[in-house]
């Protein structure tokens, strides 16, 4: 039985993406069978990043509607490491998201990790992220206003019963100097920091085509 995390932020544009299809590969190359989940419908990005949008053919909406089309929906990125697209055209406020929990619930017989990339936000999507998962990685630049949403993440968390949530500072300075990380754990009312990713330019660069 495999185990599905979120990947989280409240705001837009912090990494979530990035560190999704990242710990991905990571666990995979680690010998780990992972699937990972676009889990912003109406705003996919991830097939971008993972080098694989010209080869969607059918979405999760597909094979949630009708589980004959759940190995067409799945697609192949590297050994041990497959991609469930959202779909990009409905939202989660049009799709039938108990189907799509039932969905991914039942691919946890096949796989080690689900990593869920969620939307931005506070709305059903989340919601229906966090009644799937039993814990989260929550991801913010090492700033206020980054944090801010970031703290109201982790209370939507709590409010959905996930206690298990690990900390991401993403993009930070590499001469981050002047940063209190003390200060900034203590807005998010969490222990401990889950990992630190510095601000690099060649990410951009290889999320840009795939690698
Ligand atoms: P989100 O999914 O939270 O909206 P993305 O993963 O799409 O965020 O990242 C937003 C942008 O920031 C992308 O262009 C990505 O390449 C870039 N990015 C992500 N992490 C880093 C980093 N550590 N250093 C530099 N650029 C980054
Ligand atoms: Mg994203």
């Not at 599905?4 to 990494?15: A, D, T, Y």
């Not at 080869?55 to 469930?84: G, R």
């Not at 799937?132 to 980054?146: A, F």
């Amino acid at each position: 039985m495999g185990e599905i995390i979120g990947v989280v932020s409240g705001k837009g544009g912090v990494g979530k993406t990035t560190v999704t299809a990242c710990l991905g590969a990571a666990l995979s190359h680690a010998g780990h069978r992972v699937l990972l989940c676009d889990g912003d419908f109406g705003l996919r990005d991830l097939d971008l990043v993972l080098g694989v949008a010209d080869e969607i053919i059918y979405d999760a909406l597909d094979a949630s509607e009708d589980k004959e089309y759940t190995d067409d929906a799945i697609v192949s990125i590297a050994e041990n490491l497959d991609f469930l697209p959202a779909s990009q055209s409905a939202r989660w406020e049009d799709i039938g998201r108990k189907k799509y929990k039932k969905l991914v619930r039942r691919l946890c017989d096949v796989y080690d990790y689900i990593l869920i990339d969620a939307p931005a936000g506070i709305g059903k999507g989340i919601e229906s992220i966090l009644d799937l998962v039993s814990r989260c990685i929550v991801v913010t630049h090492p700033l206020w206003v980054s944090l801010r949403n970031g703290a109201r993440m982790i209370q939507v968390c709590q409010e959905h019963n996930i206690r298990d949530f690990a900390i991401v500072f993403n993009a930070v300075p590499v001469d981050g100097e002047d940063i209190d990380l003390y200060d900034m754990l203590e807005v998010l009312r969490a222990e401990y920091v889950g990992a630190m990713i510095p601000y690099d330019e060649d990410i951009l660069t290889y999320t840009q085509d795939g690698h």
